[in-house]
């Protein structure tokens, strides 16, 4: 069955850095997805992305962060000056379309550390 | 606008007894929900979903849930549970561009 896969699944950096969180969605999805899980809370909307430009993101979602979809398989996350709080599970999800019917395919997340 | 309650953060119930994990919802049209589980160290996994066909919902693993609109609820229930069931339960309501509001979940621990 396909899945989302994410890499790398740990990620430790210092703050200040810049990280980048690679994801493959699934190879027939247009829409793409990230979320982030701060530890024991819950997990949270990030931004959606289709035809190479962001569809919707959230307030979290601010100038430090981006996305892009650099060749036909990758959809990165970067991060370009890395805060404390930054430190959570990362997910990346893909989709077929943007109907709200439409599963969203979680991938097994990428755990970020900002030391 | 859209939310999801989900009322217990954490359930314990005994091997082979029913489980019944339960969430609330509100959306300002006809929602779509999901619910999502999560074992340790792993991503988050589809059990089922609701999206406006029947209201009685069958998943994976043994698992269903009934969407009620005049409860607004969709709890999650399986007749006996299960050692591996032990996990975390989020529940999802998906809005339009499929922008999902996920509940704060639920910890079920499986007591032998």
């Known amino acids: 069955e396909p899945e989302v896969t994410q890499t790398p699944s740990h990620q430790v950096t210092q703050m200040g850095q810049e990280v980048i969180l690679r994801c493959v969605p699934i190879s027939n999805h247009l829409y793409f997805y990230w979320y982030r899980q701060i530890l024991g809370q819950k997990v949270e909307f990030l931004v959606s992305f289709y035809n190479n430009e962001i569809s919707e993101k959230s307030e979290i979602f601010d100038d430090q962060f981006s996305v892009e979809r650099p060749d036909g398989s990758n959809f990165t996350l970067k991060i370009r000056s890395t805060k404390l709080e930054d430190s959570a599970m990362y997910f990346c999800?893909?989709?077929?379309?943007?109907?709200?019917?439409?599963?969203?395919?979680f991938g097994p997340g990428t755990r970020l550390t900002v030391l | 606008a859209q939310s999801v309650t989900q009322l217990d953060s954490h359930v314990s119930v005994s091997e082979g007894t029913p489980v019944l994990l339960r969430c609330n919802y509100s959306?300002?049209?006809?929602?779509?929900l999901f619910w999502y589980v999560q074992h340790p160290n792993k991503g988050l996994q589809l059990l089922l979903k609701y999206t406006s066909a029947a209201t009685l919902v069958k998943g994976i693993n043994g698992f269903e849930a009934e969407f009620k609109k005049s409860e607004t609820s969709f709890h999650l229930t399986k007749p006996s549970a299960h050692m591996s069931d032990a996990a975390e339960y989020f529940c999802v309501v998906s809005g339009s561009y499929q922008k999902v509001t996920f509940g704060t979940g639920t910890k079920l621990q499986v007591i032998p």
């Open positions: 999800a893909s989709s077929e379309s943007s109907d709200p019917t439409d599963t969203q395919y």
């Open positions: 959306s300002s049209y006809s929602p779509s």
